[in-house]
């Protein structure tokens, strides 16, 4: 038996009120916590990939900096920290990515290739086959058309069963002498053939010469990461407003019919002498969905911009 339990204050006694929720009403309840879960999942692991590729992009202007301030002009053991450094922040960046396309969309195969059953974040808030047909062929169009994102699913196989991806990097500046202008330059290149031999397939990488700029790889597939998750943002949207809804709108029922506001009312199970807490019906904690579609509420396009340190005239 599910029951919602709640507390009123009596004079200067706290009273717990029960209300009995019929299979239907509890399958609704329940159905609705799961969708806003499942939001709140997702939406913390794609800011997890954006944070994590932020404070590569991060490091990587630091270690620029530095290579200009620094006047040892080659230093074996600072060079392994840096080459280190990175490839800790890039190795942890593709793996989370790993996870959240696997939750994003999946297709499982057995040992011969075949399909043999599909897993989508969509899907399992919408249950709808057109809205997964519709993220597979966003995802086919995304693989069509960028290459950088191409590459970054084959890096990230070759750093998970072969190599990590930062052997070396070039960093210091150059100098433009027909107008006397320097430029800081920072680039980690990948080598074409370390990746071939670490079954990196040779195809994929047809539109590079011999040397791939991991900074550039590494924009344009979070990028293709950035277009998914404001495809199925905009797809779960209809759901997760009425999942807030449901929830809302029985917490208003109990409200008006006590005639007051309640801090929290839990939904219980009481098939057993010892009443076990399932949810609550308090929505304070969805306000973490609230800040991450805020905070991450646009296409990122790392390669649109160019930084300018200084004011220009």
């Known amino acids: 038996m599910k029951e919602l339990h709640f507390y009123i204050m009596n004079g200067h006694e706290l009273v717990t009120h029960k209300i009995k929720l019929s299979s239907n009403e509890?399958?609704?309840?329940?159905?609705?916590?799961?969708?806003?879960?499942?939001?709140?999942?997702?939406?913390?692991?794609?800011?997890?990939?954006?944070?994590?590729?932020?404070?590569?992009?991060?490091?990587?202007?630091?270690?620029s900096v530095r290579a200009i301030s620094n006047s040892v002009t080659y230093d074996y053991v600072k060079n392994h920290d840096c080459r280190s450094k990175l490839n800790r922040l890039f190795f942890n960046c593709l793996n989370l990515s790993k996870l959240y396309l696997d939750d994003h969309y999946r297709e499982h195969k057995n040992k011969d290739g075949d399909i043999v059953k599909t897993t989508c974040f969509v899907h399992k808030i919408t249950d709808s086959d057109n809205d997964i047909e519709?993220?597979?062929?966003?995802?086919?169009?995304?693989?069509?058309?960028?290459?950088?994102?191409?590459?970054?699913c084959q890096l990230r196989n070759y750093v998970q069963h072969a190599?990590?991806?930062?052997?070396?990097?070039?960093?210091?500046?150059?100098?433009?002498?027909?107008?006397?202008?320097?430029?800081?330059?920072?680039?980690?290149?990948?080598?074409?053939?370390?990746?071939?031999?670490?079954?990196?397939?040779?195809?994929?990488?047809?539109?590079?010469?011999?040397?791939?700029?991991?900074?550039?790889?590494?924009?344009?597939?979070i990028y293709a990461i950035?277009?998914?998750?404001?495809?199925?943002?905009?797809?779960?949207?209809?759901?997760?407003?009425?999942?807030?809804?449901?929830?809302?709108?029985?917490?208003?029922?109990v409200e008006l019919e006590y005639d007051c506001l309640l801090d929290d009312i839990d939904v219980v199970d009481t098939v057993t002498e010892k009443v076990n807490r399932l949810f609550s019906l308090n929505l304070e904690w969805?306000?973490?969905?609230?800040?991450?579609?805020?905070?991450?509420?646009?296409?990122?396009?790392?390669?649109?911009?160019?930084?300018?340190?200084?004011?220009?005239v």
């Open 26 to 63: 509890y399958l609704e309840l329940s159905n609705a916590r799961k969708v806003l879960s499942r939001v709140l999942n997702h939406e913390e692991l794609y800011d997890q990939v954006i944070e994590s590729y932020v404070d590569a992009k991060s490091v990587m202007y630091e270690m």
């Open 134 to 152: 519709k993220i597979k062929a966003h995802r086919e169009e995304i693989f069509n058309e960028n290459s950088e994102y191409v590459v970054g």
């Open 163 to 221: 190599s990590l991806p930062v052997r070396t990097f070039t960093s210091g500046f150059r100098t433009r002498p027909e107008d006397n202008q320097n430029f800081a330059v920072f680039h980690v290149p990948l080598d074409k053939q370390a990746l071939i031999d670490g079954g990196v397939k040779k195809n994929k990488l047809s539109n590079y010469g011999d040397k791939i700029d991991l900074h550039e790889i590494m924009d344009g597939y």
């Open 226 to 253: 950035s277009e998914m998750h404001l495809k199925s943002r905009s797809l779960v949207k209809n759901q997760m407003d009425k999942s807030i809804e449901v929830i809302n709108a029985k917490r208003r029922q």
């Open 286 to 312: 969805f306000s973490v969905v609230k800040h991450l579609q805020s905070k991450n509420s646009h296409l990122l396009n790392f390669k649109r911009f160019t930084h300018i340190p200084y004011q220009q």
